[in-house]
């Protein structure tokens, strides 16, 4: 298993989690997850398929325990409550984009990070440099694209995001 660790889906946290005909834990029956034949398939999670665990029954003839699911038997099983969230990575903003996503007069909901104080600010002006650089004034303060990014966090979509750009 250990040669498999570095080439598993990067949710998943060990590789240990992977019940097998060597080691299984019926507590997991009724659990959802993640079922496959190979190993080789928890590379990504996308081509495995997702059921939930009905049974786990003991397969005389391979020597193997064999986990059923309503989309048949299995080999091998990943509890999905044992996954890894998925965790975003951002970048800052470059000044084009961030006048691009927050125009004049935009309202935006900041905090410090690690803090909870929440601070409603209006972006009141620009000021952008020969170097594509540029300064963001919020309620007559000054800030730089880095310095948001680094110290703020903006509420977004319903959620608290990193002051930045997510990349793929």
């Known amino acids: 298993m250990a040669i498999i660790r570095n080439i598993l889906d990067k949710r998943i946290k060990d590789c240990a989690d992977i019940q097998s005909f060597k ?4 507590k997991y029956i009724g659990e959802s997850g993640y079922f496959s034949d190979s190993l080789c398939r928890f590379q990504d999670l996308k081509c495995c398929h997702k059921y939930t665990l009905i049974s786990i029954n003991d397969d005389e003839d391979a020597g193997d325990f064999i986990f059923e699911s309503k989309g048949g038997n299995y080999r091998y099983f990943l509890p999905e409550k044992l996954l ?16 691009e996503e927050y125009p004049l007069c935009s309202h935006l909901l900041l905090r410090p990070k690690n803090d909870s104080m929440e ?3 209006l972006i009141d002006g620009y000021n952008k440099y020969k170097n594509g ?4 004034f919020m309620c007559g303060t000054a800030f730089s694209m880095s ?11 319903d959620k608290w995001v990193p002051f930045g750009v997510e990349v793929d």
Do not use: A, S, W
């Open 147 to 157: 310095e948001l990014y680094n110290n703020y966090e903006v509420f977004k979509d």
């Open 84 to 99: 890894k969230p998925i965790q975003k990575d951002y970048r800052p903003y470059t000044f084009n984009e961030f006048i």
């Open 23 to 26: 080691q299984y834990d019926d």
């Open 133 to 136: 650089n540029g300064t963001v």
């Open 119 to 121: 601070m409603l600010r």
